[in-house]
């Protein structure tokens, strides 16, 4: 019996490829690359979304005004752009530290969404 299991297991391991596919590894990798997900500010299809609203003191003005913090449209940058965003991270968008495999898997997946459009300049 136990060489019956182990046989098994054996056979899974030689002759499964991989045990997730490459869009369900990106997908993966987009909600959760490094502990916060690209889709909490990004949108789920990277459509760019609000992170949040808030008050700001204008001095000239003397008064508090609403502001808003936006995360931009990913979906329709070239790679490069894509690329360098991940790479050189500033001001509120994260380090995530990906590997290049990572970027090119992000990449695909989320360009997935938006094939027909270039990017917006």
Same mark, same amino acid.
């Given at each position: 019996?136990?060489?019956?299991?182990?046989?098994?297991?054996?056979?899974?391991?030689?002759?499964?490829?991989?045990?997730?596919?490459?869009?369900?590894?990106?997908?993966?990798?987009?909600?959760?690359?490094?502990?916060?997900?690209?889709?909490?500010?990004?949108?789920?299809? +990277?459509?760019?979304?609000?992170?949040?609203?808030?008050?700001?003191?204008?001095?000239?003005?003397?008064?508090?005004?609403?502001?808003?913090?936006?995360?931009?449209?990913?979906?329709?940058?070239?790679?490069?752009?894509?690329?360098?965003?991940?790479?050189?991270?500033? +001001?509120?968008?994260?380090?995530?530290?990906?590997?290049?495999?990572?970027?090119?898997?992000?990449?695909?997946?989320?360009?997935?969404?938006?094939?027909?459009?270039?990017?917006?300049?």
């Amino acid at each position: 019996m136990k060489f019956i299991g182990f046989f098994l297991l054996f056979t899974t391991f030689a002759f499964g490829s991989e045990f997730i596919t490459k869009s369900e590894y990106a997908k993966m990798l987009y909600k959760n690359p490094r502990g916060i997900g690209c889709n909490k500010c990004h949108g789920s299809k +990277g459509e760019g979304a609000l992170i949040v609203k808030y008050k700001a003191f204008n001095k000239k003005s003397n008064k508090y005004e609403e502001r808003s913090l936006m995360a931009p449209r990913i979906n329709n940058l070239e790679f490069q752009r894509f690329k360098l965003a991940l790479e050189d991270s500033k +001001g509120i968008m994260p380090s995530y530290f990906l590997t290049q495999n990572e970027i090119v898997n992000l990449f695909e997946y989320i360009t997935s969404f938006n094939k027909d459009k270039k990017d917006e300049k």
